[in-house]
């Protein structure tokens, strides 16, 4: 299985994606996890990436492409994988195809989980006092939306346009979004 997950942040993707990939024994790719790991060993990229995630913008293109070129080049990803927060733009769109044409393998499915703003936002604000992610200010959080509905919003259009998005609410109880998930992606 082949999958890439997109949401709006606090959508529950990472919750999601974690599961996921049990169920279809993957390993989870998330450029948002490997950069938070790389800005807590204070290493170069770990120093550039948070210049941008401190804002709630994206890093840069040619930085997360690469690192996620190289992730896909490691040799556990034979049974399939499941990216959590890449593509995030049009442009890392189509830089994943190539890296996928490269490898010889195609995406099975895109999957979008869909929330409401104003539930994300709650839901962000609450992992805030819970997990005290930086980036989970309230200003930074509307900029993370925006980000999302301008670069993001258009990665589903391409794929949709492609017949491979599947949309899930996700919405409630997170058993239940899973079920969802699981049953929308067993349906295609
Ligand atoms: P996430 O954990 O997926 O919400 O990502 C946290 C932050 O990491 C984002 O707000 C961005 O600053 C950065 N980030 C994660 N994935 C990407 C990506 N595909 N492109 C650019 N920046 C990203």
Known sequence: MRLVLIGPPGAGKGTQAARLAEAYSVPAISTGDIFRANVKGETALGKRAQEYMSVGALVPDEVTN????????????????LLDGYPRNPEQAVELDGMLAELGVALDAVLEITAGTE?????????????????????????????????????????????????????????????????????R
């Open 66 to 81: 690469a690192m996620v070129k190289d992730r896909l080049g490691h040799d556990d990803l034979d049974a399939g994988f």
């Open 119 to 187: 539930e994300v936002t709650k839901r962000l604000l609450n992992r805030a006092r819970l997990e005290g992610r930086v980036d989970d200010t309230e200003d930074v959080i509307r900029k993370r939306l925006e980000v999302y509905v301008e670069s993001t919003t258009p990665v589903t259009a391409f794929y949709d346009g492609r017949g491979i998005l599947v949309r899930v609410d996700g919405i409630g109880d997170v058993d239940h979004v899973t079920s969802r998930i699981l049953a929308a992606l067993d349906a």
